[in-house]
């Protein structure tokens, strides 16, 4: 029996076959769970494509983790693929173009509070929205970051939104 075998992980974040995101859902497939993914805007036409790679084609919940109808609306469109979840990925960050390249000193906080709502606070937003579809133990939520153990020139507030997440796993029904 694979590691996986009969839990349900929702996968955000996969919009190239090459993200970490992508190789997490695969690798959860392979192990035998049951994927979903979410996918938004332009990138929802990529993540519902990419899905068709996986070992398993995967379905695809539209997901705007800023947008609270959406938010609201993820446990039932989530219900519709799978009873519950056991496992959520948030692979999502986003910072506009005034947030990155070498400006950090300059940026507005209209665009440094897209990067942390989008790249940071989304995590607990999303959390929330599922919470309902957790069991009463073992499931949890990964956030994924980068290594922040070294300087990623012109990264700036994309930075400091994704550190933020650094080494935080949630177990439920703990929150």
């Known amino acids: 029996m694979a590691l996986l075998t009969g839990?349900?992980?929702l996968v955000t974040g996969v919009l190239t076959d090459g993200s970490i995101a992508f190789h997490i859902a695969k690798l959860a497939q392979e192990e035998g769970a049951n994927v979903v993914l979410t996918g938004f805007g332009?990138?929802?036409?990529?993540?519902?494509?990419i899905a068709g790679r996986l070992p398993h084609p995967a379905p695809v919940i539209e997901?705007?983790?800023t947008n609270p109808e959406h938010l609201a609306a993820l446990s039932s469109e989530v219900k519709k693929h799978v009873p519950?979840?056991?496992?959520?990925?948030?692979?999502?960050?986003?910072?506009?173009?005034?947030?990155?390249?070498?400006?950090?000193?300059?940026?507005?906080?209209?665009d440094v509070s897209i990067a942390l709502h989008t790249s940071t606070f989304s995590?607990?937003?999303l959390a929330v929205a599922v919470?309902?579809?957790?069991?009463?133990?073992?499931?949890?939520?990964?956030?994924?970051?980068?290594d922040a153990t070294v300087a990623w020139p012109?990264?700036?507030?994309?930075?400091?939104?994704?550190?933020?997440l650094s080494r935080r796993t949630v177990i439920w029904p703990e929150i």
Do not use: C
């Open 63 to 65: 997901l705007d983790v």
């Open 123 to 125: 995590y607990k937003s």
């Open 154 to 164: 012109k990264y700036d507030w994309m930075g400091v939104a994704r550190q933020a």
């Open 131 to 146: 919470r309902d579809l957790y069991p009463t133990s073992g499931a949890s939520i990964v956030g994924l970051t980068f």
């Open 42 to 49: 332009r990138g929802l036409s990529l993540t519902t494509r």
């Open 84 to 110: 519950h979840l056991d496992g959520v990925v948030h692979s999502i960050g986003f910072a506009p173009q005034a947030a990155l390249g070498g400006n950090f000193l300059n940026t507005e906080w209209e």
């Open 7 to 9: 839990k349900n992980i």
